[in-house]
DNA sequence: TCATTAAATTGTT
DNA sequence: AACAATTTAATGA
């Protein structure tokens, strides 16, 4: 509720990490930019809920969010996380219908909103933004799919191990760090585990060297261990 | 800036 | 789900 109501023009910093800026014309970037609007999101804030129509065509700069849908009985299911560079809800923007997700801070985070009308304008006057968006639209269906593999995996070191791999998607998700802010809890909400579970995977891919656990963080040491090693789950 | 306290997060059972 | 231990954030002198 908060977030739309401390907008604010976005930072040059800010617009550095806005990544289908780079692929505008100098006067469609010039238009672009007039139309983009930031804002603080507390942990908790919602950015966008179900059944809302959409306004923005929204964007991570910084921090960490969550893509989730309220299941039938009343507790909710994470289906992605969102970390900086991530753009996201073109689908609907497209065809100008009711979001079908929450979207929602996991921690204090900037958050970037191009308005409907110019992500059209976009569309119809700029190729870099079409092969910006169509290239967006193919990687985010590669990665859902391989979201149905990983949950289809037995070992939950494995499937920690390959949704963390997703968050460090480099395309979709061009600005993360080595470092990823997130709780072992939200981690849980994300891969569809305990936390307890998830805690002892995240200890098995340390023992692995593929990470580095940090007090409500971890740092990536192997990013092509975790997406494609194998992670024995057995104690020592 | 430092010390104290409250809150958040982790590791374990 | 509950617990203690640890780390961070907040507060105020």
């Not at 910006?132 to 289809?152: T, W």
């Amino acid at each position: 509720m908060s977030l739309h109501q401390r907008r604010r023009q976005p930072r040059a910093e800010e617009l550095s990490g806005i990544p289908w800026l780079a692929v505008l014309q100098p006067a469609e970037r010039e238009r672009a930019v007039s139309a983009l609007l930031v804002g603080d999101a507390q942990a908790g804030d919602y950015v966008c809920r179900t059944g809302k129509s959409p306004t923005y065509w929204f964007g991570v700069v910084e921090g960490l969010l969550k893509m989730n849908i309220d299941s039938m009985d009343g507790a909710s299911m994470t289906l992605v996380g969102l970390p900086p560079g991530g753009w996201f809800g073109e689908g609907t923007v497209v065809k100008r219908e009711p979001y079908r997700y929450n979207v929602q801070a996991i921690r204090k985070s900037v958050v970037a909103g191009l308005h409907i009308d110019m992500f059209h304008w976009l569309l119809d006057h700029s190729i870099g933004f079409n092969r910006f968006v169509m290239s967006q639209l193919n990687e985010r269906l590669g990665q859902f799919i391989s979201a149905r593999e990983i949950d289809r995996l037995s070992n939950p070191d494995l499937r920690v191990a390959r949704s963390l791999a997703a968050l460090f998607h480099p395309l979709l998700y061009p600005n993360v760090g080595e470092v990823l802010r997130i709780t072992q809890q939200e981690l849980a909400y994300l891969v569809g585990l305990s936390r307890q579970r998830v805690n002892e995977a995240l200890s098995v891919l340390q023992r692995e060297r593929a990470i580095l656990v940090e007090y409500g963080g971890l740092r990536v040491l192997d990013l092509d261990a975790l997406r494609h090693g194998a992670f024995s789950s057995k104690r020592l």
